[in-house]
């Protein structure tokens, strides 16, 4: 099972940025919890945002900022992350199969955002 990102890159503080992560070697369907992740320097690895089933769950920090959905015709889970602030700047790590909030089945390699004040 491999999932890739892509969406991250250098964007202005207020600015909006769409991650993406497809999956291919297995098809994800609505029992598999899918998550995203992210880890800024110096810091340990935190959870952002899960959808299980039609529920979907926020790290405080980014309620009402970011959206994780999902599309599992493309295999595919998203994380709309609108009115960035310089302190989500952070690997973001896509994850299949999560577990207890913080451990999952498989991880993307990550993608690298940057929001700049």
């Known amino acids: 099972v491999q999932l890739v990102e892509s969406g991250g890159g250098l964007v202005q503080a207020g600015g909006s940025l769409r991650l993406s992560c497809v999956a291919s070697?297995?098809?994800?369907?609505?029992?598999?919890?899918m998550g995203w992740f992210r880890q800024a320097p110096g810091k340990e690895r935190e959870v952002v945002a899960i959808?299980?089933?039609?529920?979907?769950t926020y790290t405080d920090s980014v309620k009402g900022r970011f959206a994780i959905s999902r599309d599992n015709a493309k295999n595919t889970v998203y994380l709309q992350m609108n009115s960035l602030k310089p302190e989500d700047t952070a690997v973001y790590y896509c994850?299949?199969?999560?577990?207890?909030?913080?451990?999952?089945?498989?991880w993307g390699k990550g993608t690298l955002v940057t929001v700049s004040s």
């Open positions: 994850a299949a199969g999560v577990k207890r909030g913080r451990e999952a089945d498989y």
């Open positions: 070697g297995r098809t994800f369907s609505n029992r598999d919890a």
């Open positions: 959808i299980s089933w039609f529920i979907t």
